[in-house]
C-alpha cells in the first residue's frame, strides 16, 4: 500500500510562488511514475505536471514555464515549484503516484492552494 503525503499549500498573492511537496511512504520509489492533479471548484481534476519513473517530465499547457516538478529518489518525495500563481492556479492539488509494473493508482489528501490579493 502506498501512501503519499502532500504539504505545502496556502494562500498567496497573483505573482507569487509557492512549493508543494509530497512525501510517499513506498519501498521502491523509483519505481513509480509521481505526478501532481488539482481541481477547482465546479471543474474535472486536470493533471498538472508528470515525472516519470525515468525523469521525463510532464507539463499542461497552462502552466509552462512556471511549474517544475522535481524527485528525490532517497528522500521519495516529488515536488512542485509553482511560480507566477495566478487566480486560475487556484485549486486542491494532489499528489499521485502510479507504479511501472501493476499501473496501480495512489492518491494524497489534496492540499489547497488559493491565489487571490
Known amino acids: 500500500q502506498v501512501q503519499l503525503v502532500e504539504s505545502g499549500g496556502g494562500l498567496v498573492q497573483p505573482g507569487g510562488s509557492l512549493r508543494l511537496s509530497c512525501a510517499a511512504s513506498?519501498?521502491?520509489?523509483?519505481?513509480?511514475?509521481m505526478g501532481w492533479y488539482r481541481q477547482a471548484p465546479g471543474k474535472e481534476r486536470e493533471r498538472v505536471a508528470r515525472?516519470?519513473?525515468?525523469?521525463?517530465?510532464f507539463y499542461t499547457d497552462s502552466v509552462k514555464g512556471r511549474f517544475f516538478i522535481s524527485r528525490d529518489n532517497a528522500k521519495n518525495t516529488v515536488t512542485l515549484q509553482m511560480n507566477s500563481l495566478t487566480p486560475e492556479d487556484t485549486a486542491v492539488y494532489y499528489c499521485?503516484?502510479?507504479?511501472?509494473?501493476?499501473?496501480?493508482?495512489?492518491w494524497g489528501q489534496g492540499t489547497q492552494v488559493t491565489v487571490s490579493s
Open positions: 499521485y503516484a502510479q507504479g511501472i509494473v501493476t499501473a496501480n493508482e495512489y
Open positions: 515525472m516519470s519513473n525515468t525523469g521525463t517530465t
Open positions: 513506498v519501498t521502491f520509489f523509483s519505481r513509480y511514475h
